[in-house]
């Protein structure tokens, strides 16, 4: 194709089989989903002289499915229609507020799950919670389908393992046992419509005798993906949550993110208040225990 120095060539199929065929005929396109951030590009001119291949049309990947197992998001829903919809408040509540603080209402109107993944800003608000809930992200191109856990999807900075022509179709969650204590907390400069600071996710679960079975805990902001805190997870596994044990959690937290310095917050800020919140999730709720 050949045009003007600032044409932007735009393709637009109106079902899932044109577009794997448009994108596997023009591979190098840009995908446009909801455009919340493509189109920044857009309007600085970034884009001129390139292919957009918009597959916001594309009903086929829009909405929320319940399944046996747990719930099945279309890469095409926006973050407001995953707010309203009654299975992910029922059984995925950190899904539902993390959606809540995605850039204002606009945003969340036109913004899609997959379009967010798919940017893969170190950032991402829904990605710590999709990160505990340990989704798994389905995949779909010409040569078919296959299926990432979510902690896997990631490669780096705007980086992911998606292939040339592949598109995200849809994001699986599946359920997790009863009784956890959650967590979600976005720390910005604003209460709204801000890049995160640091942003955290947990799920907890105690047993009767006050041991800890189970902790998923992941952070954004923290690292040039979402991390899962593996070592402090595995550390508190067995134990009771008294004082020493919290401590030793909260300082295991160091060893699996590694925060930068930018104009946003400085890398001991981060670091800190990521502690902060770690610590008083496990303290919290009566569990605290003196050693």
């Not at 109106?14 to 189109?39: H, R």
């Not at 022509?165 to 009784?179: D, M, N, Q, T």
């Amino acid at each position: 194709m050949r045009g003007a120095p600032d044409s932007i060539y735009f393709l637009q199929p109106s079902s899932l089989e044109k577009a794997l065929q448009a994108y596997g005929e023009n591979p190098d396109s840009l995908v446009l989903a909801g455009g919340t951030d493509l189109m920044v590009a857009w309007n600085a001119g970034l884009l001129n002289n390139k292919k957009v291949l918009d597959i916001s049309l594309i009903r086929e990947i829009r909405g929320v499915r319940a399944l046996k197992k747990g719930v099945l998001i279309g890469a095409l829903t926006a973050h407001a229609d995953i707010q309203r919809n009654a299975a992910v408040r029922r059984h995925f509540p950190l899904i539902q507020t993390a959606c809540s603080v995605v850039g204002g209402l606009q945003i969340q109107n036109k913004g899609t799950l997959g379009g967010n993944i798919a940017n893969a800003s170190p950032a991402g608000d829904t990605f710590p919670v999709l990160a505990v809930y340990e989704a798994i992200v389905r995949l779909i191109s010409r040569q078919g389908r296959r299926a990432l856990a979510f902690m896997d999807f990631f490669e780096g900075v705007k980086k992911t393992r998606l292939l040339p022509a592949e598109l995200i179709e849809s994001v699986e969650i599946p359920y997790s046992r009863k009784g956890a204590r959650r967590l979600f907390r976005k720390v910005g400069t604003r209460a709204a419509q801000a890049i995160s600071k640091t942003v955290a996710a947990g799920l907890l679960w105690v047993g009767q005798d006050g041991t800890v079975e189970e902790l998923r805990f992941a952070l954004g902001s923290m690292a040039s993906t979402v991390r899962r805190l593996v070592k402090a997870e595995k550390f508190i596994k067995g134990k009771k949550l008294h004082r020493d044990a919290v401590e030793e959690a909260c300082r295991l937290l160091k060893d699996d993110v590694d925060p930068i310095d930018d104009v946003r917050s400085t890398r001991e800020y981060r670091l800190q208040i990521s502690q902060n919140i770690l610590r008083s999730f496990l303290s919290e709720a009566n569990y605290y225990e003196n050693p």
